[in-house]
């Protein structure tokens, strides 16, 4: 029997026109491309229904409010479909897919967003190319997981980054293999991807809580991470350098850091560099950290390690059980 498969399709260059303005959603015209082209009616091809979302967005305006919007909607048609491909701008793709990885529990089907570099009204697009993809995959493998299809190489989603603002490539998962390909063949690799959720289905909202990011760099004040520390924040990313390392030099960082732990705000640590991971048992300029509290982003993308903060801050307020959860793999976006 022929899969079926829901689109939900949120926005993003895939789907745009040229306007005046510049490129922009336009309703109606995503369905109608891909009605008119044989390719999606090929025998082959699961069949699919898209729901379309008003207003369409550049998904630089996606908020949590959009998040909890796609998880309702998957979990109230968990039981008609195979699979979901949501369409999304590339530039919070990995935001997005990051979230809806951590907050719909006893996810057992596969989620794939896809979008593309250049529309589909235009000769030279990946956007077709990405949607066949994602379609064929959602619905040959049963993938327990919310992965990114992007340019024949499907990713786990909390473990995508997006590297290029132009290119055909703009994913990489730096820190996990790919779960499959589509060349000539779709290859993928079952053994690689996460184990089922046995847990039953259900979503854990988000909020938009006060997290901030604050970033090392030779020469920086201390008087601007001091006022950040002045707000109410609930918690803060530092951005550090190698393996989660920073100046030891000035102690007043380490009061501020450990005033702010001791009030209840959650400091973690993830490095600047994509490949490799925290360990702040490695050099004294990251034990300092450790020692007053600060957990490990680990080898989690700067999306994922954002995105977990935000998510166990809006399911709980027990500081413990947060610095707890942080550092475990809820669904596969730390080694
Ligand atoms: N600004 C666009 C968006 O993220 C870029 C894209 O779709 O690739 O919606």
Redesign the pocket.
Same mark, same amino acid.
């Given at each position: 029997m022929k899969k079926s498969i829901l689109i939900l399709y949120t926005?993003? @260059?895939?789907g745009m026109a040229k306007t005046s303005t510049g490129y922009q959603p336009t309703s109606g015209l995503l369905a109608k491309l891909m009605a008119e082209d044989r390719v999606f009616n090929h025998t082959d091809m699961p069949h699919y229904d898209i729901k379309e979302y008003a207003p369409l967005i550049? /998904? /630089?305006n996606m908020t949590p409010q959009h998040w909890n919007t796609l998880a309702k909607d998957i979990v109230r048609a968990y039981e008609q479909y195979d699979g979901f491909v949501i369409l999304h701008? @590339?530039? @919070?793709m990995a935001y997005t897919a990051c979230a809806l990885s951590f907050m719909i529990q006893g996810l057992n089907k596969p989620v794939i967003l896809t979008?593309?570099?250049v529309s589909l009204v235009e000769a030279h697009s990946d956007a077709r190319e990405n949607l066949i993809s994602a379609l064929l995959l959602a619905s040959r493998y049963c993938f327990p997981e919310v992965t990114i299809l992007f340019n024949h190489h499907l990713l786990r989603g909390n473990r995508a980054h997006k590297i290029d603002s132009i290119g055909y490539n703009a994913f990489l998962s730096p820190n996990y293999p790919p779960l499959a390909e589509v060349g000539s063949e779709l290859v993928a690799h079952p053994q690689l991807f996460c184990a089922m959720d046995t847990r039953s289905l259900a979503i854990h909202k988000y909020q938009a809580i006060a997290l901030t990011h604050f970033t090392f760099f030779p020469g920086l004040s201390l008087n601007t991470l001091e006022t950040l520390l002045d707000m109410p924040i609930r918690a803060l990313l530092l951005r550090t350098y190698g393996s989660g390392n920073v100046s030891t030099e000035d102690k007043k960082l380490f009061l501020l850091l450990e005033k702010a732990i001791a009030r209840g705000v959650i400091i973690a640590n993830t490095s600047q560099c994509l490949k490799g991971q925290v360990n702040m048992a490695s050099y004294a300029t990251g034990q300092a950290l450790q020692q007053i509290g600060v957990i490990s982003a680990r080898d989690m993308t700067p999306e994922a390690a954002t995105v977990k903060l935000q998510f166990l801050c809006s399911i709980s307020s027990d500081a413990a059980w947060i610095r707890q959860q942080y550092e475990l793999s809820l669904r596969g976006e730390l080694s």
């Open positions: 926005g993003g @260059t895939i550049d /998904s /630089s701008g @590339t530039d @919070t979008g593309a570099q």
